[in-house]
């Protein structure tokens, strides 16, 4: 495309350049494309033209992504966490309907700024007309509010940067949007604490202030009922705040794991008509989703996603864009979809994709959903609400190196890496920068992929990374794409948290519901998990020594099992206790124990009941190459044979078996050693006195999963 050339400059009169001072707005009439190519070579001159001479100032307008309180960390953001009281935030400043109006001719000196304008706004302004510009700076003390009683789009072809404020708020059924519809995601760099040209997106810098508040909805609900192939009529389990005719609802698969397509029969759907708990669609269903009744107080149907939101910031399907919080102000995001967001970079691999020959990609660093970049105490007091990250190239909930944010009914539909994240650490020797506080609740990842698959290793829809005081409450993972280690939720290698982890869960993932890959050093109690469906295992535990505690949870129909035990225990030791693990005659054992590279302390499976699997409730599996299994089996319920010893595992260390309703404590042996033949077990088995007390009853969960998420409020005005 041929840049046009810029007309002449004009004499600015006095009268003209006061009239600039007291709107304290300045633009420059020149393309997108132009702002783009000149912060690529160098220049930062935004020279006005003839046309505009009068509306802004004479010579040069602010170039984006210069430092302007944004060039380095927020000062706490590189201490230690919890070395010192957080800081307390300032309070939101009150944004209203005043201000000068974005359609107002004299307010910008003659006419309005277009889509060839690079924007600065240094007093309040009301956008009251839908908008194109180049690119958007709001200067401290500036504002920019989206008229409420209005239906608006601001589109910009570069960067929007909010140094002052940001507020899109509508009333009603009104929608506010901010469209980035030009993004060149091969022009992205990447990294760092500063406004970058060629990334475009919204940042939010300095001290400035975000606001996106739209209108409060559940987000969402469990059906009531089996749906089939072919329904327009949902019955909910609770009435859905906030629905309407025209929303867009994903609805997810619920299917047993035999059958082709179970992580990924979704269901795309619009919404006719909502009366009480009753929902119209205006097409019909594509695929069944069975109501699950999994044993335990779960009996649960499809969850219906609602992916609508009247305030939306945008990107397009050919160019994502990214929303970069490193402000020293706390922000408020709530009932916000962002849609086409998350970049990525060509690699020099490629792929046999269904499309034919394509790049393998990789994710754009700090580019992602929504990105709360090393805030530390400063992002203390935030709470996120009924976002919606979707249609997401990369990590949609990104609380890096920021202590104190609250998710709260947030879902993650179709993106690609792991969904609710944050950075890593380099390698498998450094440890990960934590994050303190972080509380999901109510939250969903849903369809959460990356292509080519085999480079979803350990793909997770919640990366429960390391920090303190982080907390999963009543989140859902399902339609996890993932290769092997895949799972809904993840303790990562290197990356120690400690999570409160209640009332979660993970279905129709294509591996695991839970995956644990750690040295742990430290205690975790995961409890109240469901896990149901899932192409892998409900619990994939690993993998040296470990310190975990599973108690009261349900594991039905998966297809490799209940648990799969790699790692032995360290200190307490690990233990399962009140577990309900049915196999649904989809597996042939309930529990495997898989190689142990370490010797370490016992673990203990109690007052469980295992029942629908083909050959033994437990087998021992351990590899002959490996630490042999140190395994207590205490006040167990089997709904068959019990055990199994595998002629290809070493000797174990100790396997004890207490039946429950007896005292009597069996020592299980390899076969051909002393003891009692038990030709179903492939071992042998003798009575000890190595257990003191008295057999405890099978302890059944009673869990009791809500059926819609956690209800949600506007901001305010």
Same mark, same amino acid.
């Given at each position: 495309?041929?840049? =046009?050339?810029?007309?002449?400059?004009?004499?600015?009169?006095?009268?003209?350049?006061l009239?600039?001072?007291?709107?304290?707005?300045?633009?420059?009439?020149?393309?997108?494309?132009?702002?783009?190519?000149?912060?690529?070579?160098?220049e930062?001159?935004?020279?006005t033209?003839?046309?505009?001479?009068?509306?802004?100032? =004479?010579?040069?307008?602010?170039?984006?992504?210069?430092?302007?309180?944004?060039? /380095?960390a927020?000062?706490?953001a590189?201490?230690?966490?919890?070395?010192?009281?957080?800081e307390?935030?300032?309070?939101?400043?009150?944004?209203?309907?005043?201000?000068?109006?974005?359609?107002?001719?004299?307010?910008?000196?003659?006419?309005p700024?277009?889509?060839?304008?690079?924007v600065?706004?240094?007093?309040?302004?009301?956008?009251?007309?839908?908008?194109?510009?180049?690119?958007?700076?709001?200067?401290p003390?500036?504002?920019?509010?989206?008229?409420?009683d209005?239906?608006?789009?601001?589109a910009?072809?570069?960067?929007v940067?909010?140094?002052?404020?940001?507020?899109?708020a509508?009333?009603?059924?009104?929608?506010?949007?901010?469209r980035?519809? *030009?993004v060149?995601?091969?022009?992205?760099?990447?990294?760092?604490?500063?406004v970058?040209?060629?990334?475009?997106?919204?940042?939010?810098?300095?001290?400035?202030?975000?606001?996106?508040?739209?209108a409060?909805?559940?987000?969402?609900?469990r059906?009531?009922?089996?749906?089939?192939?072919?329904?327009t009529?949902?019955?909910l389990?609770?009435?859905? /705040?906030?629905?309407?005719?025209?929303?867009?609802?994903?609805? %997810?698969?619920?299917?047993?794991?035999d059958?082709?397509?179970?992580?990924?029969? !979704?269901?795309?759907?619009?919404?006719g008509s909502?009366?009480?708990?009753?929902?119209?669609?205006?097409?019909?269903?594509? +695929?069944?989703?069975p109501r699950?009744?999994?044993?335990?107080g779960?009996?649960?149907?499809?969850?219906?996603?609602?992916?609508?939101?009247?305030?939306?910031?945008?990107?397009?399907?050919?160019?994502?864009?990214?929303?970069?919080?490193?402000? %020293?102000?706390?922000?408020d995001?709530?009932?916000?979809?962002?849609?086409?967001?998350?970049?990525?970079?060509?690699?020099?691999?490629?792929?046999?994709?269904?499309?034919?020959?394509?790049?393998?990609?990789?994710?754009?660093?700090?580019?992602?959903?929504?990105?709360?970049?090393?805030?530390?105490? *400063?992002?203390?007091?935030?709470?996120?609400?009924g976002?919606?990250v979707?249609?997401?190239?990369?990590?949609?909930?990104?609380? #890096?190196?920021?202590?104190? @944010?609250?998710?709260?009914?947030?879902?993650s539909?179709e993106?690609?890496?792991?969904?609710?994240?944050?950075?890593?650490?380099?390698?498998?020797?450094?440890?990960?920068?934590?994050?303190?506080?972080?509380? !999901?609740?109510?939250?969903?990842?849903?369809?959460?992929?990356?292509?080519?698959?085999?480079?979803? +290793?350990?793909?997770?829809?919640?990366?429960?990374g390391?920090?303190?005081?982080?907390?999963?409450?009543?989140?859902?993972?399902?339609?996890?794409?993932?290769?092997?280690g895949?799972?809904?939720?993840?303790?990562?290698?290197?990356?120690?948290?400690?999570?409160t982890?209640?009332?979660?869960?993970?279905?129709?993932?294509?591996?695991?519901?839970?995956?644990?890959?750690l040295?742990?050093?430290?205690? #975790?109690?995961?409890?109240?998990?469901a896990a149901? #469906?899932?192409?892998?295992?409900?619990?994939?535990?690993?993998?040296?020594?470990?310190?975990f505690?599973? %108690?009261?949870?349900?594991? +039905?129909?998966?297809?490799?099992?209940?648990?799969a035990?790699?790692?032995?225990?360290?200190?307490?030791?690990?233990?399962?206790?009140?577990?309900?693990?049915? *196999?649904?005659?989809?597996?042939?054992?309930?529990?495997?124990?898989?190689?142990?590279?370490?010797?370490?302390?016992?673990?203990?499976?109690s007052?469980?009941?295992?029942?629908?699997?083909?050959?033994?409730?437990?087998?021992?599996?351990?590899?002959a190459?490996g630490?042999?299994?140190?395994?207590l089996?205490?006040?167990?319920?089997?709904?068959?044979?019990?055990l199994?010893?595998?002629?290809?595992?070493? /000797?174990?260390?100790? @396997?004890?078996?207490?039946?429950?309703?007896?005292?009597?404590?069996?020592?299980?042996?390899?076969?051909?050693?002393e003891?009692?033949?038990?030709?179903?077990w492939?071992a042998?088995?003798?009575?000890?006195?190595?257990?003191?007390?008295?057999?405890?009853?099978?302890?059944?969960?009673?869990?009791?999963?809500?059926?819609?998420? /956690?209800?949600?409020?506007?901001?305010?005005?």
């Amino acid at each position: 495309m041929d840049i =046009p050339p810029e007309p002449p400059r004009t004499p600015v009169s006095r009268r003209a350049l006061l009239r600039w001072l007291a709107v304290g707005t300045a633009f420059a009439a020149i393309s997108g494309e132009e702002v783009l190519r000149r912060s690529l070579t160098g220049e930062t001159r935004l020279v006005t033209p003839a046309a505009v001479i009068g509306t802004g100032p =004479p010579g040069e307008a602010a170039p984006m992504g210069q430092d302007g309180g944004h060039g /380095a960390a927020p000062p706490d953001a590189t201490a230690a966490p919890g070395t010192g009281p957080p800081e307390q935030p300032a309070p939101a400043p009150t944004v209203d309907q005043g201000g000068r109006r974005w359609s107002d001719r004299a307010g910008w000196g003659g006419g309005p700024p277009g889509p060839r304008s690079a924007v600065r706004i240094t007093d309040k302004v009301l956008l009251d007309t839908d908008a194109e510009v180049g690119s958007l700076l709001v200067e401290p003390g500036g504002s920019l509010t989206f008229a409420a009683d209005r239906t608006l789009t601001l589109a910009a072809a570069g960067n929007v940067e909010i140094r002052g404020a940001l507020a899109l708020a509508p009333d009603g059924d009104r929608v506010h949007t901010l469209r980035f519809p *030009a993004v060149d995601e091969k022009r992205f760099q990447g990294d760092g604490m500063k406004v970058v040209d060629t990334d475009v997106g919204l940042w939010v810098t300095g001290a400035g202030y975000l606001r996106l508040d739209g209108a409060a909805k559940t987000a969402w609900v469990r059906a009531e009922r089996e749906l089939r192939a072919g329904d327009t009529v949902v019955d909910l389990a609770a009435p859905p /705040a906030g629905w309407l005719p025209g929303d867009e609802l994903a609805v %997810t698969p619920t299917g047993p794991p035999d059958q082709d397509g179970f992580a990924a029969a !979704y269901d795309l759907v619009t919404v006719g008509s909502v009366s009480g708990t009753t929902v119209t669609l205006t097409t019909p269903l594509k +695929y069944p989703h069975p109501r699950v009744a999994a044993g335990g107080g779960v009996t649960v149907g499809a969850e219906l996603l609602n992916l609508t939101r009247s305030v939306r910031v945008e990107g397009s399907a050919k160019g994502r864009a990214h929303v970069h919080l490193t402000s %020293t102000r706390r922000a408020d995001v709530r009932h916000t979809a962002l849609r086409w967001v998350g970049p990525r970079a060509d690699t020099k691999e490629t792929w046999r994709g269904p499309d034919g020959t394509a790049p393998v990609t990789a994710p754009v660093l700090g580019r992602y959903g929504l990105h709360f970049h090393r805030l530390g105490d *400063a992002a203390r007091g935030t709470v996120v609400e009924g976002v919606v990250v979707r249609d997401a190239g990369s990590h949609a909930f990104v609380p #890096h190196a920021s202590h104190g @944010i609250t998710f709260r009914s947030c879902v993650s539909h179709e993106t690609w890496e792991d969904a609710y994240w944050w950075d890593g650490p380099l390698d498998t020797r450094t440890p990960q920068q934590p994050s303190d506080d972080i509380v !999901y609740e109510s939250c969903v990842a849903s369809r959460t992929l990356l292509e080519p698959n085999p480079r979803a +290793y350990r793909l997770t829809g919640f990366n429960l990374g390391a920090g303190t005081g982080g907390k999963a409450l009543d989140c859902v993972a399902v339609g996890v794409q993932g290769a092997t280690g895949a799972s809904g939720f993840e303790w990562p290698e290197n990356s120690e948290g400690v999570w409160t982890f209640q009332r979660c869960l993970a279905h129709n993932n294509l591996q695991d519901g839970i995956f644990v890959w750690l040295n742990a050093k430290r205690h #975790h109690v995961v409890t109240e998990f469901a896990a149901y #469906h899932n192409g892998g295992w409900g619990i994939e535990h690993g993998a040296y020594l470990n310190d975990f505690d599973y %108690t009261a949870s349900v594991l +039905y129909g998966n297809a490799g099992g209940g648990v799969a035990l790699h790692a032995l225990g360290r200190d307490q030791g690990s233990n399962f206790d009140g577990l309900l693990i049915d *196999a649904a005659g989809r597996s042939d054992f309930a529990v495997s124990t898989a190689r142990h590279e370490l010797p370490g302390e016992s673990v203990t499976f109690s007052r469980s009941r295992f029942t629908g699997y083909r050959r033994a409730g437990i087998a021992f599996r351990a590899g002959a190459d490996g630490k042999p299994d140190d395994v207590l089996v205490l006040d167990c319920e089997f709904g068959g044979n019990e055990l199994w010893l595998d002629p290809e595992a070493g /000797a174990p260390k100790n @396997i004890l078996l207490r039946r429950a309703g007896t005292t009597e404590v069996l020592q299980v042996r390899r076969a051909g050693e002393e003891g009692s033949d038990r030709p179903q077990w492939n071992a042998v088995a003798a009575s000890v006195p190595t257990l003191a007390g008295q057999s405890r009853p099978v302890q059944v969960p009673g869990l009791r999963l809500k059926d819609a998420a /956690a209800p949600t409020a506007r901001v305010g005005r």
